[in-house]
């Protein structure tokens, strides 16, 4: 009976210890197959997001695509150039560099009177009181500088102080009409001048052409210079 005891013990301890390995063949199965399923899982994530990285990629470049592109103007050479520009006004007109007469400022006293201005500086009046170029109280005299600056189309209802000088005179078949042409500032500043000289008797103007200026413009010179006889003549006279 020893023996049989003995016997049993032994097989025992032989079933416990392949019922050991199973169990550890088993775990290391499981962790073998969980690491292939995260390597899976990881390979997955990662063509997932090269793919949501290629659209993005894609996305911007139709963006930048649809937006509409900034034309920068190439300089001709211009910066550091003097450019000359002619006061139109009868009147004295200050612009500079900044709005609001802060910068550098240049000063016109009267009509005709040419001042020569650095192209930058230039540049930064132009922008300062794109009203007085844009309506050409002050004449920028270079063509290449006017290109540049981006005012070809504005300058091409613009008059030169040659011109101005011709439509003064009213002698012209196209006078009246370019008169007419000129922004209403302008036009203010040309027919006080004419009034003065009407009442200097520097020129005879036709009356008819001075009707015609009255209707377009309605500005009346020749009541203009009455106004101004009375306004002015017994100073002058002094």
């Known amino acids: 009976m020893a023996r049989t005891a003995k016997k049993t013990t032994t097989t025992k301890a032989v079933e416990t210890e392949k019922i050991d390995n199973v169990n550890v063949e088993e775990v290391v199965d499981n962790k073998i197959s969980e690491t292939k399923a995260l390597e899976e899982k990881n390979s997955q994530l990662e063509k997932t997001l090269a793919l949501l990285q290629a659209q993005i990629a894609n996305m911007q470049a139709q963006m930048s695509q649809a937006q509409p592109k900034v034309q920068v103007v190439q300089s001709v050479g211009s910066s550091g150039k003097k450019v000359k520009v002619v006061s139109l006004m009868h009147n004295p007109i200050s612009v500079s560099t900044e709005p609001d007469g802060h910068g550098k400022a240049i000063r016109f ?10 192209f930058d500086d230039l540049s930064d ?3 300062s009181y794109p009203n007085t170029f844009g309506k050409g109280l002050l004449y920028i005299a270079d063509r290449d500088v006017v290109n540049e600056l981006g005012l070809d189309d504005i300058y091409v209802n613009i008059f030169d102080k040659n011109t101005m000088d011709e439509i003064k005179t009213l002698l012209g078949e196209e006078d009246v009409k370019n008169f007419l042409k000129m922004d209403k500032v302008l036009q203010e500043s040309m027919a006080m001048d004419m009034a003065k000289k009407l009442y200097n008797g520097e020129v005879n103007y036709d009356l008819n052409k001075l009707r015609e200026i009255k209707d377009g413009s309605g500005f009346d010179i020749l009541q203009m210079s009455r106004d101004y006889e009375e306004s002015f003549g017994n100073k002058d006279k002094e």
């Open 109 to 118: 006293a009267d009509y005709g009177e040419i001042r020569t201005v650095k």
């Open 125 to 127: 009046m132009t922008a």
